[in-house]
Nanobody, 129 residues
């Protein structure tokens, strides 16, 4: 079974940190670009960041720039989204997605959901005091 599984979500206070993981099962991630999306209550899902297959390129949407960071460990078949200085408006279900040729330097192409082949089921992040 080919799937992505997110983990690491939870409840955190404003200003706190979380690290989300995106692990692949049934296939290897090392030739896939990974995008991260989130869907807040009552809003559409939006792309917030991507990392290319080698880890050399990352992009971030303006709302998370400087606070979120992507990394990947292809040996563990896992991508990580480190989230710092969390705000209540970061509350959402977070999804990872895998696709080819989605993440380029300085490009917002990664925000196009249609380009991804695999999606995780999502993990809830709640930022509240």
């Amino acid at each position: 079974q080919l799937e992505l599984v997110e983990s690491g979500g939870g409840l955190v206070q404003p200003g706190g940190s979380l690290r989300l993981s995106c692990a692949a099962s049934g296939f290897t991630l090392d030739n896939y670009d990974i995008g991260w999306f989130r869907q807040a209550p009552g809003k559409e899902r939006e792309g917030i960041s991507c990392i290319n297959h080698s880890g050399e390129i990352t992009n971030y949407w303006h709302s998370v720039t400087g606070r979120f960071a992507l990394s990947r460990d292809n040996a563990k078949n896992t991508v990580y989204l480190s989230m710092n200085s969390l705000k209540p408006e970061d509350t959402a279900v977070y999804y990872c997605a895998a696709g080819h040729y989605m993440c380029y330097a300085g490009s917002y192409y990664y925000r196009a959901e249609i380009g991804y082949e695999y999606w995780g089921q999502g993990t809830q992040v709640t930022v509240s005091s």
